[in-house]
């Protein structure tokens, strides 16, 4: 059985102003029904599709213009919504059940914002992909020809691997298309060795190779916008409360395509020289690690997480293998003797074993720790299982 990774392609649309008028009543009655679905789903305590169906959809098709196969996503919408909710529920995500959110969440209606994204299959979507246009269910009828821009990458995958639904998202007055796309994951090659990678603040990757990744130009650019949010914090109008949004929105933007950026150089770097990607499970650090109160916005702020998954995907996209190690004292503990104590990293750059002598940078030294560990996972998990005695 071939495994899959499930990839969302981004694309822009060009519509003209009336197609564009179009698409927003559509977007906007979508998220009205899908609330009015959810008020009939709480007060009746609706939560099956099928009942539910049968509850609104008679009232979605005259009320808020919906023909059949949107009135069935906007229910659709509303049960996966409530899903969602019970399974945040369950694992805690909301507080305890005497907590003021976790009440909030489930003595109320789940409501829909008017430009929420509003999913579209097969049937209400259809894709033009050498003229670059799509043909789409609105309000006003079906709308034909409306135009999309992408990448000649993206447009591939559109081509070849575009499955299910659609997302139709208004973001800052541009309309988007966010297609799901199921590649065939290729089966991992046997590593000759493995790249490890230390994760970090001023340096966001550091492989065992040498190579380094620094976030110092990142983390200046989130200074200088740490700055402008201070300001337009400090004047609290309405205008700079929508520019807050849209500064948020666009470093949030430019973090993520700095992790591309890094996950795709040590991937291509792994592929081509036959090795696997090894990186520090990082899970809970936020919660281990006590810092200063002015580094605290940092950590908090900081793309750790995304880092590694965008490493996860890519390597699993090009058949690399990849490894999370335990990341206890990776950057204490010496490569050549073992030896771990504190005072091995006698400053955030520079590590000196204080039993063999060992020196170097500390970052590659940790990266050397993971591709060590990496090497004792696998070969474990490779070792041959040794035959019943008879």
């Known amino acids: 059985m071939v495994d ?7 694309v822009k649309l060009l519509p003209t102003p009336a197609q564009a008028s179009a698409l927003e009543a559509t977007l906007r009655n979508c998220n009205r029904a899908a609330t009015y679905a959810s008020h009939v789903a709480f007060t009746k305590k609706l939560k099956d599709r099928n009942g539910l169906q049968k509850a609104v959809y008679a009232d979605l098709k005259a009320l808020f213009g919906l023909s059949a196969q949107p009135a069935v996503r906007a229910v659709k919408k509303v049960v996966d919504a409530y ?14 059940p005497t907590s003021k959110r976790h009440r909030t969440a489930v003595g109320n209606p789940i409501g829909f914002r008017p430009e929420a994204a509003q999913p579209f299959d097969d049937r209400c979507l259809s894709w033009q992909y050498d003229a670059r246009t799509v043909s789409i269910w609105t309000v006003a009828g079906r709308m034909k020809d409306v135009r999309f821009a992408c990448s000649p990458d993206q447009l591939k995958t559109l081509v070849q691997y575009r499955k299910g639904e659609s997302d139709l998202v208004r973001r800052g007055g541009t309309w988007f298309l966010i297609a799901t796309c199921d590649i065939p994951e290729p089966e991992p090659y046997q590593p000759a060795d493995w790249i490890g990678v230390d994760r970090g603040i001023v340096n966001l990757a550091t492989t065992s190779d040498g ?34 949004a849209r500064r948020a929105r666009k470093e ?17 770097v792994a592929q081509r020289t036959g090795r696997g990607i090894a990186i520090e499970e990082l899970g809970g650090i936020r919660e281990r690690v006590r810092l200063r109160r002015d580094q605290r916005g ?36 010496c490569p050549r003797c073992g030896h771990t104590e504190r005072a091995n990293r006698p400053t955030r750059d520079h590590f000196r074993c204080r039993r063999c002598g060992l020196a170097g940078p500390a970052d590659v030294v940790a990266g050397v720790n993971v591709r060590n560990r990496a090497r004792s996972v696998w070969a474990f998990v490779t070792m041959p299982v040794p035959a019943p005695a008879e």
Do not use: C, M
């Open 298 to 333: 940092t950590l908090s702020s900081w793309p750790f997480h995304q880092l590694g998954q965008h490493l996860a995907y890519k390597a699993r996209k090009a058949g690399v293998p990849f490894l999370e190690v335990d990341a206890a004292h990776t950057s204490q503990r």
């Open 211 to 244: 190579t380094n990744h620094q976030g110092r130009r990142l983390g200046r650019y989130r200074r200088w916008q740490a700055r402008k949010r201070a300001e337009l914090q400090a004047k609290q109008t309405r205008s700079a409360t929508r520019r807050l």
């Open 252 to 268: 949030k933007r430019h973090a993520t395509q700095v992790n591309h950026r890094i996950s795709k150089k040590i991937v291509s």
């Open 4 to 10: 899959h990774v499930k990839l969302v392609v981004q």
């Open 83 to 96: 899903a969602t909710l019970k399974a945040n529920l369950q694992a805690g995500n909301l507080g305890s």
